[in-house]
């Protein structure tokens, strides 16, 4: 069982406000992933860390931010939210030299 | 441009059926294979996974077939139970971008009792 979580399960929110997606682990995985999701379809990845301080884009194209200040947190940013980030949005870790990715329960965003 | 075809996109089958879920990729530089299981609200979750060095890989209920020259895999499910009511995805990934994982478009699999 992996020990990633995810804050706020459920978040609805107005269009234009800023909003920041949790993300912990607890099993000092170096490698953190953001993940977004419609209803139904594939995981496309958003973000990346190899590590503290470093940060990547994935290959959806996202207007969301991330920081990885440390090893367990990788909070995601939403300056302006918007009816088209209406989403499911999936934190994962992994551990340096494994390939297994453990996933958060997610967070379901709802921006009216 | 979609790298890892899944199909079908839904299945339904009897309780004690074998559903089998298809998946092909393209890039032949994908060296990891996991299945992933995910649940109604529920993040998803590694079911079993493969290297193409093996062409056969069984946990439990869950065996994968893997053919490299066909650059297809599939899951199977054996002795299928109302349980297994979920979402799977078969993914891919390589060395190289933090091993990020290319996921099917996913199906829909309902056991009936």
């Known amino acids: 069982e992996a020990d990633i979580y995810q804050t706020p399960r459920y978040l609805v929110i107005g269009t234009g406000k800023k909003i920041t997606l949790e993300c912990s682990q607890t099993m000092g995985h170096d490698k953190m992933y953001w993940y977004q999701q419609d209803p139904g379809m594939e995981l496309h990845l958003i973000h990346y860390s190899y590590g503290v301080n470093s940060t990547e884009k994935g290959d959806l194209s996202s207007e969301s931010t991330v920081s990885r200040i440390r090893t367990e947190h990788f909070p995601l940013t939403l300056e302006s939210a918007r009816p088209s980030h209406t989403s499911q949005y999936l934190c994962?870790?992994?551990?340096?030299?494994?390939?297994?990715?453990?996933f958060g329960p997610g967070t379901r965003l709802l921006v009216l | 441009q979609q790298q890892v075809k899944q199909s079908p996109q839904s299945l339904i089958v009897q309780k004690g059926g074998i559903p089998i879920i298809n998946c092909a990729y393209e890039?032949?530089?994908?060296?990891?294979f996991p299945w992933y299981q995910q649940f109604p609200g529920k993040g998803p979750a590694l079911l079993i996974a493969?290297?193409?060095?093996?062409s056969e890989k069984k946990e439990g209920r869950f065996t994968i077939s893997f053919n490299k020259s066909a650059k297809q895999f599939s899951l199977h499910i054996m002795d299928s139970q109302p349980g297994d009511s979920a979402t799977y995805f078969c993914a891919a990934s390589m060395l190289g971008s933090a091993r990020q994982l290319t996921f099917g478009s996913g199906t829909q699999l309902t056991v009936l009792p």
């Open positions: 493969i290297r193409p060095d093996v």
């Open positions: 890039n032949t530089a994908f060296d990891y």
């Open positions: 994962a870790s992994r551990r340096q030299g494994r390939e297994t990715q453990y």
